[in-house]
C-alpha cells in the first residue's frame, strides 16, 4: 500500500470533436491552461495533441503545438508526453513532426495497424458547429490507422535511438503486445517499459474487465512483470471503473477528455482537472499515493525536462 500511483492526463485528443462538449480544449491557450491545471490537480505526465485554433479539428503542425508547450513547461515541471498518432487521416510523416521538433520525454508509440473507428459517435448528434466534425467522423469507415512493422522501427530509431525519448506503447489489441514483445525480444526496445492498455475504441479490444485481466496477464508472460510498468485507458463510460481495477492490479492511470468527456455518472466534465481530481480521490480512499512528476521519470528511466526542445 505505499506505493504511488502515476496519473496521465490526456487533454484534447483527436476523437472528440467541439460540438460535443463546450469544455473540450481547442486553441493553444485552452490547451495550455488544460494542462498545467491537470498538473496541479495530481497529474504528471500529460499527454497532448493538438488541434487548429480557428475551428477545433486535429492538426499535427509544429506551429500549433508550439503554442502550448512553452506555456506548460513555464508553469509546470510534469512530463510532456507528445502524441505520434495525431489521427488517422495523416500522413506518417505530418504525425511525427511534432515528436521530432520537440523531442519529448515521452512520446505515444501505437503498436501496429489497425481499423480505428469513431463513425458511431455521430449517430448522437444533429446539428455540428463545423462541417468538417460529420466528414471526419463518416471518413473512419473507410480508413486504417497505419503504423507497419517498418513504420514502428523507424520511429524506434528515429524518436528512440537518436532522440533519448522513452515511449508510451499503446496496446490495443492482444497482437500489440505481442508485437512489443518482439522489439523487446531484438534490443530495440529497452526495460523500463511503459505499456498502455487501450481498451473501448472500435477496432480494438472490449472495454470489460475480463479482458484487462487477459491483457495483464500476455504482458506478464510475454514482457515480464520486472520489466514494464503498465496503466490503463478506458474509453467512454469505462474510464474510471477501468482505471480503478488498475490501480487495484498494480497499475497506473490515464484520463483526460481525449479519452471520456464525462464523470461519473455520466455528465460533462467541465475540465481536464475534474477527472484528475476523480481519479486521485478514488486512489488515495485505497491507500495508494499520487507519483510527483520527477518521481515519475525515476521510475521510467526517463531523459529528463532539460534534454525537450520546447521554445524554438
Known amino acids: 500500500m505505499s506505493r ?24 493553444g491557450p485552452e490547451i495550455a491552461r488544460a494542462s498545467i491545471d491537470a498538473a496541479e490537480a495530481g497529474a504528471s505526465i500529460i499527454h497532448l495533441h493538438a ?5 477545433g479539428r486535429p492538426s499535427a503542425k509544429v506551429e500549433d503545438f508550439m503554442n502550448f508547450i512553452p506555456q506548460i513547461d513555464q508553469a509546470s515541471d510534469a512530463v510532456l508526453n507528445i502524441s505520434t498518432g495525431g489521427s488517422s ?21 501505437n503498436m501496429g495497424s489497425m481499423n480505428f473507428g469513431i ?18 467522423l463518416d471518413a473512419t469507415k473507410n480508413t486504417t490507422f497505419k503504423n507497419t512493422y517498418e513504420d514502428i522501427e523507424m520511429i524506434l530509431q528515429d524518436l528512440g535511438e537518436k532522440g533519448g525519448s522513452k515511449f508510451e506503447f499503446e496496446c490495443y489489441d492482444m497482437g500489440h503486445i505481442e508485437t512489443l514483445a518482439f522489439y ?3 534490443g530495440m526496445v529497452k526495460a523500463p517499459m511503459y505499456v498502455q492498455f487501450v ?12 479482458n484487462l485481466m487477459s491483457m495483464k496477464a500476455a504482458a506478464d508472460r510475454l514482457l515480464g512483470s520486472e520489466n514494464y510498468q503498465f ?41 481536464n482537472a475534474e477527472q484528475v481530481i476523480k ?3 478514488i486512489i488515495e480512499e485505497l491507500g495508494y499515493g499520487i507519483a510527483e512528476p520527477d518521481e515519475a521519470r525515476e521510475m521510467l528511466d526517463l531523459k529528463g525536462r532539460d534534454k525537450v526542445n520546447r521554445y524554438e
Request: aromatic content about 4%.
Open 4 to 27: 504511488n500511483v502515476i496519473i496521465t492526463c490526456a487533454v484534447t485528443g483527436s476523437i472528440y470533436t467541439p460540438t460535443m462538449s463546450p469544455h473540450l480544449p481547442v486553441t
Open 51 to 55: 488541434r487548429d485554433p480557428e475551428n
Open 89 to 109: 487521416l495523416m500522413s506518417l510523416d505530418d504525425r511525427l513532426a511534432p515528436a521530432r521538433h520537440i523531442s519529448p520525454e515521452m512520446c505515444s508509440l
Open 119 to 136: 463513425f458511431t459517435l455521430k449517430r448522437k448528434y444533429e446539428e455540428w458547429k463545423h462541417d468538417w466534425e460529420p466528414e471526419l
Open 184 to 186: 523487446f525480444r531484438k
Open 199 to 210: 481498451l473501448g475504441v472500435m477496432g480494438g479490444i472490449g472495454a470489460s474487465a475480463e
Open 231 to 271: 496503466s490503463v485507458l478506458a474509453a467512454g463510460r469505462h474510464q474510471m471503473p477501468l482505471a480503478t481495477m488498475a490501480v487495484i492490479l498494480g497499475g497506473n492511470v490515464r484520463v483526460g477528455l481525449e479519452d471520456s468527456l464525462t464523470v461519473p455518472p455520466g455528465r460533462l466534465a467541465i475540465s
Open 279 to 281: 481519479i486521485r480521490g
